[in-house]
């Protein structure tokens, strides 16, 4: 049973416009979640976190949401580049797991000049 | 610096081989990891180690054989490998194993079991 999935397996967005990309997790117990960005023959390379106690983490253009109640998080990237093309990882923590990610399945993006 | 060097980028090995791929860090990291991933799959974890002890073994094959000689090198020795072992092996750290502390990932190394 995945606990953490991205239902959308791709995503094409437009140069200069915003990047949506969503996770939705079945367990409670995840209360620290990242997102890694991964090019091909690369391994993941570490984006932006977020703690269950905030509900906003913004790093320059990367902003991410999470709403514990409806068990959601998503990454918003404004604005989108060229070279934002790639498949993006969303993973979780519990705090009673040690620092096990569990990853969702991934959401290739690709910006269009 | 957050960089987590592998070596090989690629390596091609037959049924009957002996190999090993290599990690390192160093950023001073105590918690160690070996990630495998298939083609369209996220990463999996397979092993974990916290200040050169292997902490945990997510019930990974014999053949595969991690060893941590040392804080700053991560070794995975392969032996008898099956062709649907081939994967991208991603090597990571982060500064211990406790939760919250970032997981930093290396390039991976290509195998290719024939």
């Known amino acids: 049973d995945q606990q953490v999935k991205q239902n959308s397996p791709s995503l094409s967005v437009q140069e200069g416009r915003i990047s949506i990309l969503n996770c939705d997790y079945t367990n409670s117990m995840f209360d620290y979640f990242l997102w890694y960005k991964k090019y091909p023959a690369e391994g993941p390379t570490f984006l932006i976190s977020?703690?269950?106690?905030?509900d906003k983490n913004e790093d320059g253009r990367f902003t991410v949401f999470l709403n514990k109640s409806a068990k959601h998080l998503s990454l918003h990237i404004v604005p989108s580049q060229p070279g934002d093309s790639a498949v993006y990882f969303c993973?979780?923590?519990?705090?009673?797991?040690?620092?096990?990610?569990?990853f969702g399945g991934g959401t290739r993006l690709m910006v269009k000049p | 610096d957050t960089e987590v060097t592998q070596t090989p980028k690629h390596l091609v090995m037959g049924m009957t081989n002996k190999k090993s791929l290599k990690c390192e860090q160093h950023?001073?990291?105590?918690?160690m990891y070996w990630y495998k991933q298939k083609a369209k799959k996220p990463p999996e974890l397979m092993f974990v180690?916290?200040?050169?002890?292997?902490?945990i073994n997510e019930s990974v094959p014999s053949r595969f054989s991690p060893e941590c000689p040392n804080s700053s090198l991560l070794n995975l020795h392969l032996h008898a490998l099956q062709p649907e072992d081939s994967a991208l092996y991603l090597c990571?750290?982060?500064?211990?194993?406790?939760?919250?502390?970032?997981?930093?990932f290396g390039e991976g190394s290509w195998l290719t079991v024939v």
């Open positions: 977020i703690s269950s106690i905030k």
């Open positions: 180690y916290s200040y050169e002890k292997l902490s």
């Open positions: 990571a750290s982060s500064h211990n194993v406790a939760y919250g502390n970032t997981i930093y």
């Open positions: 993973a979780a923590v519990s705090a009673n797991a040690g620092n096990m990610l569990t």
């Open positions: 950023m001073g990291h105590r918690a």
